[in-house]
């Protein structure tokens, strides 16, 4: 199992874990790395190029009190995407998996550090820290679980609480995508490579769940903000949800587009504190979509289309052996076809 450790040393670091503990089950998240943080092992196995869908473990660890060795907190399960090697360093994508949660950190962390021997970050006497943030364990890891609960995910949002870089002040609370949603039947759309392959013309609901372990401080001003990036998806019932309440569980709408052809998009997702439509510092992350084309669809309704606009002519045909006779009915059939596709709205539009 590699282990995989995100710091809060720089903001984007601490954001990793946010959106680790926020993206539902099948998203990607970027690791990145300097290889001098990297151990041996792990890179010589980067160059052998072998370990694409390979278990990790994303772990937070807090190293800010050097008065006591660095903390490992267990926050997702996930397998390698791609591993790029640019210049110096390396950049990785993880794909999620399941939640992680170690009741007993002291014990998670015992194991790691007994398994993994001198690599795990340690605190000299001098309070600097030295070892890799990226490495593997010998053993197979029995102290950390793998759960789906959200029960579970808000024991492990706890324990991050419980660190100054995810205190109150800082994180005010945590959420999580639950998933995408079918709104006729409440059936889940399960994400592949990375997006959900959506239906056109058809409605869906995005589940979060937000939530923090005490009485956090949020106001009326504090928001979850959701973009759609392209015409494929839109938000009919309005962007925004208000963070009012310590606990709860927002419900979007989400319509998509009836295309011809296949399209692309997504969803950003912020959290804005004050005015909600102000530019958002950070962007949390990005739902991608694929919405299949309608072109079946399209073809059979402008065919269905042009024929009841050709029907009067090819009723009043006399001779039905007489191919020429047809040659009027071909045009009201192109015309139905055309309007199907949307070709008079789109020259109104060029126009």
Known sequence: MHICLSSAARPRY???????????????????????WISPSVL???????LVEQPALICFVDQQDTSRQPILVPCRFAE?????????????????????YAEDLEAFNRQIRASSGDLVPTCDAKGDISGTYWFEVSQQITTAVKTTELADWEQLVTQLAEFPDFGIDREPFFFYVKG????????????????????PGA????????FHPKSSPVQASTWLRLDA????????????????????LK???VMTDTAVFKEEGGIHIYRVDGNPQADPAVDEFRLA???????????????LLGALLASPHVLSIDDFANLNAYVPAVFPLIAGILVAFGVRKRADLIG
Do not use: W
């Open 203 to 210: 409605e869906y609901e995005i589940q979060i769940y937000h």
């Open 44 to 50: 010589q196995k980067i160059e052998e190029k072998a």
């Open 251 to 253: 419900r979007i709408r």
């Open 229 to 248: 990036d392209s015409s494929a998806v839109r938000l009919p019932a309005g962007n925004l949800a208000a963070v009012d309440s310590r606990y709860d």
């Open 14 to 36: 601490r954001q990793d874990i946010i959106r680790a503990v926020a993206i539902p089950s099948g998203g990607k998240v970027s690791f990145r790395y300097d290889r001098k």
């Open 289 to 303: 979509f694929k919405v299949r084309g309608a072109l079946p669809t399209t073809v059979c309704k402008g065919l």
């Open 80 to 100: 390698f995407g791609e591993i790029d090697r640019p210049g110096s360093t390396v950049s990785l994508q993880l794909v999620l998996g399941d939640f992680a």
């Open 180 to 199: 995408l949603y079918r709104a006729t039947d409440r059936e889940p759309v399960k994400m592949k490579s990375g997006a959900y392959n959506l239906s």
